[in-house]
């Protein structure tokens, strides 16, 4: 435990480092805020726009989750199919390894003109750069499934469904969850991405309109929101990831204590 509080101080300490070395770095050069806003600009300026920057979070945080949500459902199925079989993983990969390389920006002019602007792109967008991060990492951890217990299975009469049930899924968790904090946080960049081409409404809107108009503290401040949100997140599904797959890590906690 002393080495958890040890590393958790640790990392405040770097974060308010970083924060007050850019202050400070802001005002020995006397950097303006067109620039480069101080922390202290930013923060002031969150809670002097916080009322109209609701909207915008509460709209992107939505369509994050929505099409996360989406993406996450899509990648697991895909991702079994692909990791239970060794032919599909061989025919498979290859092109979604091609389509994860696109970039995702040039996919969101097509969402427009299939749908129109607004929040159906957006949802598309992160769902679309959702689905890869957990496609590999379930079809991996299915795929890197001990032999040993499988063979024991079927000695036991155990159908392939409950192999795949028993075995299977269950050693693919640490590898799902791990997929699931990459893709949460790839998410909200979709999100911005297509709130920023084609949105109406949402950070990525907002921080455009607000750089257009030099308002860099503003965009900054929508940085600021992102970064929240995802880490938020992150540390959401890291506490779940901890709940569900605490038997992965008893060797780490055993090195902590």
Not at 93 to 100: D, E, I, K, T
Not at 192 to 213: C, D, K, P, Q
Request: net charge positive; charged share 10%; hydrophobic share 55%.
């Amino acid at each position: 435990m002393k080495r958890w509080y040890k590393e958790r101080f640790a990392s405040t300490a770097l974060i308010v480092g970083f924060f007050l070395v850019w202050e400070l770095a802001c005002v020995a050069f006397g950097i303006s805020e067109i620039v480069l806003p101080r922390p202290s600009q930013i923060i002031v300026t969150l809670f002097d726009r916080w009322p109209a920057l609701v909207p915008h979070t509460v709209q992107t945080l939505y369509t994050t989750l929505v099409g996360f949500a989406l993406g996450v459902g899509i990648g697991v199925v895909i991702g079994m199919i692909i990791g239970s079989s060794r032919v599909a993983y061989d025919v498979a990969f290859p092109l979604l390894v091609g389509l994860s390389s696109i970039p995702k920006v040039a996919v969101v002019p097509i969402f427009v003109l299939w749908f129109g602007a607004g929040t159906v792109p957006a949802v598309l967008t992160a769902m679309v750069i959702s689905i890869f991060p957990v496609v590999v990492n379930v079809a991996t951890g299915l795929a890197t499934t001990e032999p040993e217990l499988e063979d024991v299975l079927r000695t036991l009469r155990a159908s392939r469904t409950d192999i795949l049930v028993n075995v299977g899924l269950p050693r693919a968790m640490p590898y799902f969850f791990a997929s699931l904090k990459v893709a949460v946080t790839l998410a909200f960049v979709g999100s911005v991405i297509a709130e920023t081409v084609a949105g109406n409404r949402g950070i990525g809107n907002m921080m455009l309109i607000a750089s257009a108009n030099f308002n860099v503290p503003l965009t900054f401040a929508g940085l600021f929101i992102l970064a929240a949100m995802g880490i938020g997140l992150y540390l959401v599904f890291a506490a779940i990831e901890k709940r569900v797959t605490g038997w992965a890590n008893r060797k780490a906690e055993l090195a902590m204590g």
